[in-house]
């Protein structure tokens, strides 16, 4: 279940959701320009082969067969809405 992904699982969940088209290394590439500058100053790049790793737990972990279904399950849970802009799920994300 959704409760279960660590914060940088779902946090990736939440990109593929917005952009299900995004390869693993482009949401590595994401992940690296996000960063705050000085804060994790420590904290390692995420690979490529990380991202896939974090993609396989998440689609285990909510029980689904394809990244590209993450955006449907967003919808059916609440969680996105296709609408951009929509205030119906802009306090959920
Ligand atoms: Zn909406």
Known sequence: ?????TPVEYEIFM?????PMLTNKQIALMREKNKPSGVNKH???????????????????????SRYLLQQYAIQQGLYCPKKGCACVQKKL
Do not use: F, G, K, P
């Open 43 to 65: 904290q390692t790049t995420i690979s490529e082969h990380t991202v896939a790793s974090h993609v396989r737990n998440i689609l285990e972990e909510l029980d689904i067969t």
């Open 15 to 19: 990109l593929l959701v917005q952009e």
């Open 1 to 5: 279940m959704l409760a279960n992904l």
